[in-house]
């Protein structure tokens, strides 16, 4: 994905320069930096690139600024893990030098070819300004590290022609393997007519690559498609499956981003004609439309993790304080915390859980089993912290018919959830917690549910409201909603929250809808920051169980 910020990222320095103001991390902001939420020491960083498991190691790229904390100077960070959690930084596996990537090296995936030959292959902007494709292989194969990349003598492999926009051509998907013994990517465009388009490319040999006849999917109806992921998902349970299996059993998932979300769909794949026929909603600008997470999360990549047999899903999540802010702390940007991902029951949708490495973490436990949270209830969760914790708890109605009534089905979970923020009571919600909730919670942070009754069934609608996540000023303070898929007539209302500092990542309904926040409390930090569970609605909830667990920090450190 590439970022138009140069023009404004130069002003903001030449400001920077005439008032004085310095790029090194300012102490009084460093509360907001992670723990266990993967970001380089210091600098910019995006998207992530090209994640893999080969060797028996974990490798993470990502879009890397190394000499400043805002967009520019666009390279390839390197980071390699043996567990995605504690992860060792290397030197920048691709850096802007070339005439066919010197205005940057961009966005991109990796495949590994015939099981042991991995490449990368990214976009770049050129001497000329237009993007295009480029390759690039490791140094030595034999580096367990695979710590140098060389880039391929034939670059660019693939340049924007005919009816292709050369600003509107980038992020080559993973490539998959047909029936054919030919390689596929995608590459996100806009055709110049106005489509929103993923271009399908061939290859016999994964370096020479030759245009689809026909786009693989298309939409009138919204802007650039970027960072495209194409995979197939079972259905017969959770296990992830590689990117080229062909077989029984299985479906397939597009997933593209665009409006600063990241937007889905499910389908049958016929790998003999390279048909995808949806089973799901198409691509819309509309609140019915799939979303990977409906809060900060974005340009996603996912990759199939062979030891495990899982699917494994990143995301960039930016900041919402300012470019002067990210001068003081001397960085910007973090990875969401890798996810499982899979198909769900219903077959409708997809389920996102924390990889599981994410329990060797965990420190001090809280668990608290069968309370009844009557109408107002406050409840404080003793001994955890507000800032830096992984927190379960599930919830029960006893009679939802009791729920306040909505007039739609359709109902934007968004819009519902600003106007029935956490401090407006309903019959069954607000009911959630509070993080980084500071003394006399003038700071708080809520992730909470509601459920309604519509016209047709019940909607259960998740939110996370930070309208009052802090007192500063010029900070994002947005609230986020979604619906969960279930029913509270039979169905329990879970909620899993992992709290780091300044993000809150949240798995409603065990992961069947997911909200990513970004957080900047001037009172509820460190040990200030509080933990509650809380019904704000008229009726009694029954709480069924909570689990909270402190969290030790990640090891990310540069590789000696």
Known sequence: MVKEMAGWVLSFCILLV????????????QPYRTAFHFQPLKNWMNDPNGPMYFNGVYHLFYQYNPGGPLWGNISWGHSIS??????????????PKEPYDIGGCFTGSSTILHGSKPIILYTA?????????NLALPKNRSDPLLKDWIKWSGNPVLTPVNDINTSQFRDPSTAWKGPDGKWRILIGSEIIKGQATALLYYSTDGFNWTRSDKPFKFSRETNMWECPDFYPVSNIGKDGIDTSFQGNNTMHVLKVSFNSHEYYVIGMYDPQTDQFLLATNDFSVSNTQLQYDY?????????????????????????GDSPSDAFKKGWSGLQSFPRSIWLSDTRKQLVQWPVEEIKKLRAKQVNMVSRELKGGSLLEVPGISGSQADIEVVFSLSNPSDAELINSDLSDPQHLCEQ???????????????????????????????????PNKFQVLMCSDQSRSSIAQGVDKSTYGAFLDLDPLHDKISLRSLVDHSIVESFGGEGLACITARVYPKLAIHEHAKLYVFNNGSKSVTMLSLNA???NKAQIVPMD
């Open 18 to 29: 005439v008032n004085g103001v310095g790029v090194h991390a300012s102490e009084d902001l």
């Open 82 to 95: 043996h567990d995605l959690v504690n992860w060792f930084i290397l030197e920048p596996a691709l850096s």
């Open 125 to 133: 902007q050129d001497a000329d300004g237009a993007q295009v494709q």
């Open 295 to 319: 809060g900060r999360f974005y340009a996603s990549k996912s990759f199939y993790d062979g030891a495990k047999k899982r699917r494994v899903l990143w995301a960039w999540v930016n900041e």
């Open 420 to 454: 029935k923020n956490v401090s407006t009571s309903g019959s069954y919600g607000p009911f959630g917690v509070l993080v980084f909730a500071s003394k006399n919670l003038t700071e708080q942070t809520a992730v909470f549910f509601r459920v309604f009754k519509g």
């Open 549 to 551: 667990w402190n969290m």
